[in-house]
């Protein structure tokens, strides 16, 4: 059902332009700019013939084929008529960017529930008002007025489309990219729901992750979550969790907030991964789009940073994470890899001259000893002894690769100005990459977490 | 007392190199290559005549002048034979970078007081054995392996070498430099209280701040840490906090970390800056360096995105902060910046097509408004309507300008791959960004906490 919005044959543009400072070009010149895109774009725009080089319409009725999808981008007082007219073409799906309505007061509420009622008689859905729009990065559609991003296997639902485009530039800067994109704004019509029941069946969909701050259908909601975060790793963001945030909320969306306590305790059931705070939220997407899950929660780390092993020790035990012992055995196959100073206990401080071949050698020897689950390498990038900045991110890759990536690796390499010597790497191989020990241990977190609760 | 460690007249480096791949060059190299620096250099190695273009002298006895610090570089065998010639001559500062010694075992720990006891008697001092060394930024000296960071106001003591530099790093991305860094390594002697010391009095330091995993000498300590802290902002983060992380520590300094609870009670009794993790760590010293205090908690928050607002108020609600209220001449005064749509609540959002001139306009009224204590503007760059991506920024500063500076602002920019548009200018104008709604409501919190501890 919400299918029919990510493959629309015929886009119409109601309020296409050419004038570059109004949304109405930014979503035109969006759809236009994707040369993958099979879909046939029709603007309109009374006061136009032509608009970016198509024929513009005067109205949506002037068009002879069938429309699929049209993107509303008219003032909020012209919404109702052209829906009016979109109901009369019989399109199937609306798509209102246009904002002015129940986020602002009861009488714009009383606007959507009528736009909605007549939709619904003709079989239509509305997505909006007051929303970004949409992307299916699959056939190169952004029917939005945001960039387009990377495209990828994560899809994402969320309730404040800016706080999408936020995730989306956050992601890029990742190597991370979409499936599907849908900013539902007012959720007048499709709400939450209705994106994971079509997240869930999605064959491109892999991680899925949703940015809410009111959920309309309590039990169905719930019920999806658990549905979807069975098949996939589902990624929760609620904003809104205190008296303040919730007052803000049912501000910018003129939905009542969601009461945090019980949301939480359905997601904690649901087994979906929730996240607190915009950085987790990214941090959680990268480790499920990145890596396998772990078998187990034993930890075996290597650095050449003792204070920053430490920091991640602290982290990984708070997040319920153990640190494995070494055997005896484990030791003495390591040993050679190590000059005589480095004590041969986890985490293994190798000392600021330890170079690639040693992170290679050590990450590979951790990779296949049975007694460790997660491995984290955690360097801090040296720019002594002619050692390459990127040498020891090349190494744990080498030895990620020859192991056949079947164990999460999680390297750390606290570099700040130095990050641009292993970003690159980092997105050519698929290889995340985690700038804090706080970072890293919450991915192995909720990477454990899942793998938990598949096991059940 | 440490003050000599930092302004020698006169360095010897023993173990100095013309070979790249050992950390005798690095050292030498570091305090060659700043061309500020005044201090006369003298390398040691009975291998080598001429040393990156220095007479080599065999031992430090055969120099002439009085040599105010000694680098040790040699093997840890070595090492004591080294000190005893030190010792001889009568260098008053001896950095012991070397590892192998208390970081060890039993033994090594007897080492290091036997050349403690040594030293002592002629009135030396050692930093170190098993660190990376000091910096003094202001006489542009590095007397480290690390590389050469900013300088600036920011001065830290690290027991962990690398940690520091992670920090360095970090710092530099974020514009932040050092007045005086210095690693203590195993603390055989020099210990974090004489730092403090140092650094409480030192007239180029404005922030302090302290990695630490074991105190050695408590009661001194706190009352240190208690004595800067009310002069200059202090902050400070704790490895070792769990079990895990306590185990961790002691493996890698060789001694026994302190218990985090008495300590968690001292700092905070101190008005000291507790942070519990790297980033944390850098965004309290961001916010010390480039802001000034509150003078109250109320926030005024202005946002072209409103799922960010909601965020950043959940996180101020849950670090104790308030969210302002709008007076009807307040609203009356941002009225004309704003479109009809736009809620005159706060946060105010906006919405997406607000431009830099309504952020300079907004930002400029709650800087001038008496019942707003901390301005929070928020944005995501908008790729859209030709705004320039740098252009909200520029009016946020724009208004600080204007208004003096008096108040902190703590502009959150979502930006991901985008933030290059406006980290330049950021570094230029002297003014902190920060990434996320989270990390700008720990910095009001470290802000609104100190301003608290000098009004009592």
Redo the contacts between chains.
Sequence with gaps: MVNQFFYPKTIAVIGATAD????G??VTMNLLENKNLQSEIFPINPKSELILGLKSYPSILEIEQKIDLAILLVP?KAVPIVVDQCVEKQVKRIIIIS??FGE?NEEGKQLEREMVRKVQEVGSKIIGPNC?GIMNLDIGLNAS???TPLKGHVSMV?????????C???????GLGFSKFANLGNMADVNLTNLLEYFKDDKDTEVVCI?L?SVIDGRAFYNKMKEVANIKPTVI?K???????M???S???GSI?TDYTSLKAAIKQSGATLCE???DYITAIKAFSFLPLPKGKRIGILT????????F??????FGLE?AEFSKDFEEKISPFLIP?V?K?N?L?M???ADGEAYYNVTKAMLENPEIDIVVPCA??P????MKPDEHFLGVIKAWNETGRKKPILPIF??????KHVKGIAEDEKVPIFI???EAAFAAKVLLDRAKKLQK
């Design positions: 570059p400072k109004k949304f070009n930014a909020a904002a002015g602002i970004v007025f945001v960039l969320t309730q404040s489309g800016s706080f999408g485009a936020a989306l530039y956050e992601m890029w800067w990742q940015y701050e963001l904003g809104g969790r205190t008296i303040a945030g007052k803000s909320a501000s910018h969306t907030a705070s915009l950085m050449n940073s003792g204070g920053s092993a430490v920091l020790s602290d982290n990984a035990e708070e640190i100073l004590k206990v985490p401080d000392i600021a001259g801090v990038i720019t002594f002894l002619e606290m570099s700040g100005s130095l990050l804090s020990p706080k």
